[in-house]
């Protein structure tokens, strides 16, 4: 049986893929700028600098998590439905 994807089907899976390459970005970034706090001494207004980053990146990565989850669920209940 050849299953066709609707284009709604296709969208999701590119935005999925595309949404999973964001947070790998911005969590390897995050991880980078921790390790350099953890390890190199800087003056203060580095170190607060780069917690900024920090913060700034955690309030995108929130809502990415929560639509890749919504992307996640929708894909699987399509795919439910076309089994």
Known sequence: MLLIESPEDVMSAEELERIKKDLSGLLEANQLDWLQLATQRCPPEVRANIRKSIHQRNQ??????RRKWELEDQITKDSAQTS
Do not use: A, C, K
């Open 60 to 65: 995108e990565i929130g809502p990415l998590f």
